[in-house]
């Protein structure tokens, strides 16, 4: 009898065809027909087949060994155990269980099911949660009611005592990475037990709505354990899933909380998020069942998968969804403008956009795509590319023989492309660049500050877009250089809706800053891929993925088909 499965020794997952006879394995080798791996195996999984196969172990410690052996590998594929695939070693890190301590937009995937937020945003604007109601009474003033018997996973009651503590909590943390919205709330005021008053600084109301959505007003239970260090010994929240077992680098576990108050709702037993690094690695999970779903793929490996059959593939865009190059302008010869122009005109955003989405990318010079009603068509291709004039810039600038530069990216496949396509087009002008990948990017770059420019991709809509890159309080405020204009239209974007047509002007002003003083250089606007097995899971819809949340889908109504 043959068996199909995959080695799991390291991240290739490389494909194996094993032979079984009386129970006992006869023979083991790479399976051809994997459309990756080809019947190829690495080192490591080449050594540890000769050996399984001399020892002919059974066949169901083998089939264990495939499938990620022992106890927690069963219950991640038994029914009702959704399977979700992410790389747990770039957006989880060592688990921050409190949202006070978590320093990365990317927790939202897992602090969202163990606290829940207030309201949900969603394409279309807000959903209650938490949160009932909610009404901005001023620019400067909002009003929150909670939902009723809402209890957290420890039996304390949320009401609005509960949830003005928390806030407060969350405003003298001076968390770097929250949105810098949330740090204009100046009061919270408590109107009756489940109503509070949420008074303002500035007119940022319909901006603020953000960060009811967000870890920044995920309410804390007033019961958390802590260490001697303060750090939560479980997560203490009120949301749909409690934590159920945490491997670092290879999976976090939550299992349904049956005290929920949308508990009748959902149907899922429990969610294991797999650790799955974004390529190869994350088609051959899918394409072996090791896990339901994930995102992050490219129009390439989307094809793969629809040609395979059994899966549902959507593209996942965004006008917040773009990479970009940040750089510190406070350090020679980048805080020259005549420098950071140069960069910008070097820089060949039809190769990268190319290279990266194919037809489904779009080259970005200012912060909107064309067909947002927020494109300013004036700027057009602002840096379109121009290496001559790049060369001139910075002869002008006093650098006619260029100078080198470090830049430091995240270790995934579309930023490793992307560097790689800069530091060609830079050292064409006679910039070179020497390119580090970073697995905590937060910390070493916009930190530590350990070079000069950095490629990151981009996940967040409407103000955020500039309010978390220029913000003076926003850690991705790259040297936190100060921008009076930009702070000055932020403030009155705030308070508007964030499609109210008044803003169209200030978005074209604040497009028009960004590009004159070089402040960052926009690369591309780009979709990835979304996929799921049809065949296991049900209950999902394109509504559901939220690029705003780094395409992660809402989960409550999914369920594993019989």
Known sequence: MQRIGYCRICGALCGLVVEVEGGRVTRIEGDREHPLTQGFTGPKGSGTVRRLAAAALSALVVVGLLAACGREAQEAGSDGIFRYGVDLVQTVGDLPM???????????????????????????????????????????TVNVTLREGVEFHDGHALDAGVLKTSIERSLASKNANFQPAFFELERVEILGPLELRLHLGSDIAGEFLTALAGRETMPVSPGARTDETGRFLAPAGAGPYRLHHFASER????????????????????????????????????????????????????????????????????????????????????????????????????????????????????????E?????????????????????????????????????????????????????????????????????????????????????????????????????????????????????????????????????????????????????????????????????????SRDQIMPFQLGVPVFDRLYIRE
């Open 98 to 140: 409190d949202p006070v301590a978590s320093r990365l937009e990317s927790h939202l995937f897992y602090l969202t099911p163990l606290y829940d937020t207030l309201l949900r945003r969603t394409p279309h604007g807000f959903e209650p949660r938490l949160a009932t109601d909610w009404e901005i009474t001023d620019s400067r």
């Open 251 to 370: 999976r976090l576990a939550l299992r349904k909380n049956p005290d929920h108050w949308d508990a009748a709702q959902i149907r899922l037993l429990g969610i294991d998020f797999m650790q799955t690094p974004v390529g190869p690695q994350r088609v051959n999970a899918l394409r072996t069942g090791r896990i339901d779903m994930a995102q992050g793929l490219t129009a390439r490996e989307a094809a793969e998968l629809g040609r395979l059959g059994g899966f549902e593939i959507y593209p996942i865009s965004s006008d917040g969804y773009f990479h970009y190059l940040g750089f510190y302008k406070d350090r020679p010869p980048l805080d020259d403008v005549r420098v950071r122009r140069a960069l910008g005109y070097a820089l060949d955003r039809e190769a990268i956009s190319w290279a990266l989405f194919g037809e489904n990318g779009e080259p970005a010079y200012q912060p909107w795509p064309r």
């Open 372 to 540: 947002s009603p927020n494109y300013d068509p004036r700027l057009g291709d602002a840096y379109a590319y121009d290496p001559v004039h790049a060369r001139a810039l910075l002869t002008e600038a006093g650098y006619p023989d260029g100078f080198e530069l470090g830049l430091m990216t995240a270790g995934r496949s579309d930023l490793i492309r992307a560097s790689e396509i800069v530091h060609q087009n830079l050292s064409q002008v006679g910039i070179e660049m020497k390119i580090l990948q970073s697995s905590a990017i937060v910390d070493e770059f916009f930190r530590a500050r350990r070079t000069e420019v950095t490629l990151v991709s981009w996940a967040r809509s409407g103000l955020q877009k500039v309010t978390r890159m220029f913000g003076p309080r926003s850690v991705a405020n790259i040297g936190h250089v100060s921008v009076p204009q930009i702070d000055r239209l932020t403030a009155q974007l705030g308070g508007m809706p964030p499609d109210d047509p008044r803003g169209v002007p200030l978005w074209h002003e604040i497009a028009r800053v960004v590009s004159e003083q070089a402040l960052v250089h926009y690369l591309v606007f780009g979709s990835n891929y979304f996929a799921f097995d049809a065949h296991r899971v049900g209950g999902f």
